[in-house]
């Protein structure tokens, strides 16, 4: 409790701060997170294994409230950046290529206070990506609530560009004008973010699709228009 208030606290201070320069201030946070030791034990994990694309992000407060709108003063473990992604290829989970969702981060930019987790990854609007991802729209408590990444840089990689893909992780090619995307399973290479010390491998991805008898590999309709 006296951590949380000295943080707290030191935020007020670099806010003032920041507001009297007009410069932006970093705020880091942190977070006792589950480490896995394995692809295999992450996908157990997980709800949902996906290949998507990332759409566009808003900010948002998250707490045992809900969404909400981010008000003038905020508690920083409550600040999310909200990724609307749509989803190119399911490998696990109760959703359909096509699908649009919405992955929640920890931390964003609120005026001139940048709340940053310490262990942060950055997902950039445009970019092809694989995510691990805990995904319950219909809990009863949280209803409609975004899904959360298992951590924040061992659930998360980058997809290369692949003949008929989509994009890079620099977020520069938004908006794919093909008819259709090239299933990463049939050609592609997968990109372990900075920090992650797991490698995810097609392999791995045509097992988990094996192990939830999803059929993975065929041309994805672009939804696109």
């Keep these: 409790m006296k951590k949380l208030l000295l943080i ?12 009297c320069r ?21 996908a157990s994990e997980a709800t949902h294994v996906l290949r998507v694309e990332v759409l566009n992000e808003r900010l948002e407060l998250l707490n045992r409230f809900g969404l909400q709108s ?10 999310y950046t909200i990724h609307q992604v749509r989803i190119l290829e399911v490998f696990q989970g109760d959703v ?17 206070i940048e709340v940053v987790n310490k262990d942060h990854v950055s997902i950039l609007t445009g970019g092809d990506f694989i995510f691990f991802l805990f995904y319950n729209p219909e809990n009863p ?28 992780n620099q977020g520069d090619n938004a908006t794919n004008t ?7 399973i049939q050609r592609g290479q997968i990109e372990s973010l900075p920090g992650n010390d ?28």
């Design 70 to 79: 981010v008000p003038p003063s905020i508690d920083p473990y409550e600040l």
């Design 8 to 19: 707290l606290i030191t935020i007020s201070i670099i806010s003032g701060l920041a507001a």
């Design 22 to 42: 007009n410069e932006t201030e970093r705020v880091y946070i942190s977070a006792d997170w589950q480490e896995w030791r394995s692809i295999e034990e992450l």
């Design 96 to 112: 359909a290529p096509g699908d649009i969702i919405d992955v929640a981060q920890v931390g964003g930019r609120l005026g001139n």
């Design 198 to 225: 797991l490698t995810l491998t097609i392999e791995d991805l045509k097992a988990i699709a094996e192990q939830n008898k999803i059929e993975v590999g065929m041309p994805i309709q672009s939804a696109t228009e």
């Design 178 to 184: 093909q008819n259709t995307y090239t299933s990463i």
């Design 141 to 168: 408590l949280f209803p409609n609530s975004p899904a959360g990444l298992m951590n924040p840089w061992q659930a998360i990689y980058h997809v290369a560009s692949t003949d008929g893909g989509i994009s890079n």
